[in-house]
């Protein structure tokens, strides 16, 4: 999802570690203004932990890192490569991923694991527990495995598919030193459905649910034509929607006599008019997209009941609420002139998240260690991990992009890149490097330390930020009419 929002979003700015200074990470110059100070203090904490000494630190010479590490090839090469093209060639879209839920569990139950389906009132979430778990750190893997919606049916152009797979390796090799080892730790899969789609969006459900808590870390994977990492930081990706539908009711009547009846359809067109009229008054980078998802049976009755799903996008959820207003108001009015009646449903909402250096940038250079292509040299925008903001501001992570196709996602072409080299290789390197992370926080108890400090740090000055932008978005004051 996030790949494809990013295509329709203004990107502002050329982005700076922010260890070497402010990044110029906001969207808008309004968020920039107000984010001043917010970002000084950030490259504050930034140069305080020295996150390239931790880089060079973690990934010099390790043996023990290494045999790990081998073991997840050895896992994505002999048995989940195959898994991963299973599913590609079998795609089920959100809430309705049975046949790649069920070949997860069953591949983890064979690595002792115990797998929990339906979970958080959602019948293919899962929550999977290696059987000698042995305290903290509590290692956390996130999987996803729905395909996307097309024209043509289910099919994987955004390689949802090879996640699951990914992931596994990564827990499964961690779980096996831990019992080799004797060490500390324990190693929990989180399968997490419909990624692709709202309501409900599965992770925010599954967070207020309670089914993250007590991880000290989580890191998941996902396709990319390119390999990548954030910058640190919050609030600056794609990821603040309100998802609304508008369903207008009116009254039927034959089409030669239609003042008899009311025309719910007409609302709904007279819905997307005035959120026309009204963009001049909404910033420039507010995104209101919609389509009509019922709009009548038969040419000559008049509509009682039209239906409008709208995705409402601003690049921080502070101003959004206004926008979703400005939408919401554009739907009564429609109401009102045609002479029917609407109902509102905020029925879902994503928010973006967290993203820290002390994971990304170590991520970033074992991805780079174990051979991943088309590297980019700079951090991108800060993003949270998972794509819904909600896991990522209450636990750090990681999400692994390695290069795993030459195309754009959500394309057919992204989908046949997953069963060839370009995919295989790309998946193999985001379970090695996803391995490496987990041994480096599970084995360095002062790296944990230092992802704590910035998690926590960047988490309050999050909420400073926030509470900025409140400040600064003033309405105008409308004086009645004399």
């Not at 831990?178 to 929990?188: A, F």
């Not at 009711?249 to 009204?278: C, K, M, Y």
Request: aromatic share 8%; net charge negative; charged share 20%.
């Amino acid at each position: 999802m996030t790949h494809r929002i990013l295509t329709s979003l203004t990107l502002v700015g050329t982005l700076l570690l922010a260890a070497a200074g402010p990044a110029r990470a906001q969207e808008t110059d309004t968020e920039r203004q107000a984010a001043r100070d917010v970002l000084q203090k950030m490259a504050a904490l930034e140069k305080s932990l020295d996150v390239p000494g931790i880089v060079n630190k973690l990934t010099a010479a390790d043996p023990g890192r290494d045999a790990v590490v081998a073991r997840a090839h050895e896992l994505m090469t002999t048995e989940l490569l195959a898994l991963a093209d299973d599913i590609t060639t079998h795609p089920e879209i959100g809430f309705q991923e049975k046949r790649s839920v069920a070949a997860l569990a069953d591949y983890l139950r064979k690595h002792d694991f115990t797998v929990q389906v339906g979970v958080a009132g959602l019948d293919t979430a899962f929550i999977a527990r290696y059987n000698r778990n042995n305290g903290a750190p509590n290692l956390g893997v996130i999987v996803e495995y729905d395909a996307l919606r097309g024209t043509k049916g289910a099919f994987h152009g955004d390689q949802h598919s090879a996640q699951g797979p990914v992931g596994i390796a990564a827990a499964v090799a961690m779980a096996e030193w831990l019992t080799k080892t004797h060490s500390p730790g324990s190693v929990t899969v989180f399968g997490t459905p419909g990624e692709e789609m709202m309501p409900p969006n599965a992770k925010t459900v599954m967070t207020k649910a309670g089914v993250f808590n007590g991880m000290d870390i989580l890191v998941r994977s996902h396709s990319t034509s390119a390999t990548s990492r954030p910058a640190p930081g919050f609030g600056t990706c794609c990821m603040n929607i309100d998802g609304v539908k508008y369903t207008f009711s009116g009254a039927p009547a034959h089409q030669l006599t239609a003042w008899n009846g009311r025309n719910a359809l007409e609302g709904v067109i007279h819905l997307f008019t005035n959120v026309d009229s009204v963009r001049a008054s909404i910033r420039p980078e507010a995104r209101i997209e919609g389509n009509i998802t019922e709009g009548g049976a038969a040419p000559n009755v008049v509509p009682d009941r039209a239906q409008a799903d709208f995705y409402i996008r601003y690049p921080d959820e502070v101003y959004l609420r206004q926008v979703t207003e400005f939408v919401d108001n554009a739907a009564k009015a429609a109401a009102l002139s045609t002479g029917t009646k609407v109902k509102i449903d905020h029925y879902g909402q994503n928010r973006d998240g967290i993203s820290v250096a002390t994971l990304s940038e170590v991520g970033f250079a074992y991805m780079k260690k174990y051979g991943a292509t088309n590297v980019l040299p700079d951090p991108g925008k800060p993003q949270g991990y998972e794509e819904t903001g909600s896991v990522s501001r209450e636990i750090p992570g990681l999400g692994f992009t390695s290069q795993s196709s030459y195309a754009p996602n959500h394309t057919y072409e992204m989908l046949a890149d997953a069963t060839k080299e370009v995919g295989h290789h790309g998946f193999t390197v985001d379970a090695e490097a996803m391995t490496a992370l987990l041994y480096d926080f599970a084995t360095h108890p002062e790296y944990r330390e230092a992802v704590h400090k910035e998690f926590t740090g960047i988490q309050a000055l999050f909420a400073e930020y926030l509470t900025d932008l409140e400040k600064v978005y003033k309405t105008p004051n409308v004086p009645d009419p004399q």
